[in-house]
């Protein structure tokens, strides 16, 4: 798309004339063949703007122009001209006159040029008919006997093209935008070496309107798709689209191209399906340091691990109560490396908390029963731990509307139970995924609607600051927590149908698996977010069939476990 957008023109040069007329004897010194001719004198000032202070490039804006060409016309030829050079120093006027010239209508000409020596691209220019009377004074032929002769010298620019147009970014890559101010014959008027450009992106946040294009939310409070700066550098924030503006700042002549901004590029490095043993489930998979996938099968009672190459390895544990496996969790740095947390929902002597070794699968520290109170649970389900020396697990006590926290050993830390939206209903936390800077993610659900629409975000303390979602409005995007809007089902980039689980990546990005559109959303949670990838495994036959358990390992790898179809998988980021 490339449009252009036109203004009032500004004032760059003013042309004052002063004409008075006479009479000139013409012929052969006083003979018979003696005539009086009608004549007149032209006086000329030029008041030039005083030079930029900003150290602008006097090639490139007409504020600057380095002459003024000055043409009086008889009919179509040119009876008088001189080229007007910039003054060095004030006072900034440059005088001259012409005379003597035709008394009748003439044509006052003025083109203003980047080059002292007149060259170039004319930059502004004006021209008035002016009448020249015999004996008296001159005016302007439009206007009446007295009136001043003065010509505001108009720029030459009709259009500003920027390049590339249509342009496409993908999300938090950048992109070198050109602008170039063109008259109406298409010459380049100006070059943007000091950029004599005013650059901008609509929407400047995202809008309701603009929804069905990725970029929402109701309140404005998110920015963007894209960023553009003075220079017209565009950064890519969130996939959607924007209209980038770049407008020139004396004529204020703007031209206008979109920009797409794309999702970041995730492969398929690898697909596998387990075995005979592996029983396709709606559980959260863990990965360790080196890339070891976790995943909990309740029918074989075990975890099936496979190395960061898609290999088996040997299974981890085995106990009767393994049946009921809600999910698992890798310890925290500080543990025995591949130590792992798994948390049961049994008949078994009740739901419970289990520390497992990663070589013999013995069970280390173990709490939990059936309750209300601390350290009890009705259904627990995603696990996270926090960063630190003595690092805080979170656990999803679904059932009872609460995020428990414990120390490493099963202590009680106390508990959330505030959502960051209006659960009215009842907050019903899902699952959870803990930043390097200790911000809890929670996916969570509205008791008795079943709502998966929204991601929300905790500070390290454990206070609310907000969600991410499609709102009841229409809205996508972040909407800060204690707002009376609802979370809304959506297709778009940045909304969700059926959000499940959580991974997050070094650099505190979120990574979401939505069970019904069957794709991954990578999203920046926050007043200043996006939505930097959308990914699935759309290579028949292997097409994403409602994902689930997902993972992200310290250098970016995804690991994502599907449902349905039993397969593994592993994705790497493509960078341009």
């Known amino acids: 798309m490339q449009m252009s957008v036109k203004q009032s023109t500004a004032v760059y040069l003013v042309l004052c004339v002063w004409v008075v007329a006479g009479w000139l004897l013409a012929g052969c010194h006083g003979g018979d063949d003696d005539a009086l001719v009608a004549t007149g004198r032209m006086s000329i000032q030029l008041t030039w703007p005083e030079p930029s202070t900003e150290g602008v490039d006097s090639q490139l804006i007409p504020a600057r122009s380095e002459s003024v060409l000055i043409e009086v016309l008889e009919g179509s030829d040119v009876v008088a001209q001189e080229l007007l050079v910039r003054p060095t120093e004030p006072p900034w006027t440059t005088e001259t006159g012409f005379d003597p010239v035709p008394a009748g209508t003439l044509t006052v000409q003025a083109s203003a040029f980047p080059a002292a020596d007149g060259s170039g691209v004319a930059q502004a220019s004006a021209e008035m008919l002016v009448t020249v009377v015999p004996g008296g004074t001159g005016y302007p032929a439009a206007g009446n006997p007295g009136d001043p002769v003065n010509l505001a010298l108009a720029s030459t620019i009709t259009q500003v093209s920027i390049t590339p147009s249509p342009a496409e970014v993908e999300a938090e890559a ?45 309140n404005g409070s998110t920015p963007g798709a894209a960023t553009v700066t003075d220079g017209g550098l565009l950064t890519g924030n969130s996939i959607g689209a924007v209209v980038v503006t770049a407008r020139e700042r004396e004529s204020q002549v703007a031209g206008q191209a979109g920009v797409a901004v ?283 069939d409602s994902p689930v358990g997902v993972a992200v390992t310290s250098d970016g790898a995804v690991y994502v476990c599907g449902t349905r179809d039993s397969l593994l998988r592993k994705f790497r980021r493509v960078v341009p």
Not at 177 to 186: E, Q, V
Not at 387 to 403: C, E, I, K, Q, W
Request: charged share 20%; net charge negative.
């Open 174 to 218: 950048q992109l070198q935008l050109t602008a170039t101010a063109l008259d109406a014959l298409g010459r380049t008027v100006l070059v943007p070496a000091t950029d004599p450009f005013e650059w901008s992106v609509t929407p400047e946040s995202m809008d309701v309107s603009a929804a069905d294009a990725g970029v929402a939310p109701a």
């Open 262 to 544: 794309l999702s970041q590029v995730y492969t398929t490095q690898w697909r596998t399906e387990p075995g005979s043993n592996w029983v396709s489930i709606d559980r959260r998979i863990a990965v360790d340091a080196n890339g070891v996938v976790h995943i909990p099968d309740r029918a074989a009672q075990t975890i099936v691990r496979f190395d960061s190459d898609g290999n088996r390895l040997t299974d981890l544990g085995y106990q009767p109560d393994y049946n009921q496996l809600e999910g698992v969790t890798m310890s925290h740095p500080g543990d025995t490396p591949g130590a792992v947390y798994i948390n049961l929902s049994t008949s078994f002597g009740g739901p419970m908390i289990r520390r497992v070794e990663p070589t013999n699968g013995d069970e280390g520290p173990t709490w939990g029963s059936t309750g209300a109170g601390p350290g009890q649970f009705v259904i627990p389900e995603g696990m996270a731990f926090g960063p630190g020396a003595d690092p805080t697990l979170y656990v999803a006590d679904y059932g009872n509307h609460r995020v428990q926290k414990f120390s490493a050993d099963g202590t009680y830390r106390g508990e959330i139970t505030e959502s960051t939206f209006d659960a009215s209903g009842g907050w019903q936390p899902y699952d959870l995924a803990v930043d390097g800077a200790g911000h809890l993610f929670v996916r969570a659900t509205e008791f008795g609607t079943g709502v998966q629409y929204q991601v929300e975000k905790y500070d390290d303390a454990g206070n609310p600051l907000g969600w991410w979602g499609k709102d009841t409005e229409g809205g996508i995007g972040w909407h800060a927590a204690g707002g009376s809007v609802k979370p809304a089902a959506g297709n778009e980039p940045g909304a969700f149908t059926q959000a499940r689980c959580l991974g997050v990546d070094g650099d505190g990005y979120v990574y979401v698996s939505d069970f019904a559109l069957d794709r991954i959303s990578k999203i920046k949670l926050g007043p200043d977010g996006g939505v930097v990838a959308l990914f699935s495994d759309n290579v028949s036959p292997w097409v994403f």
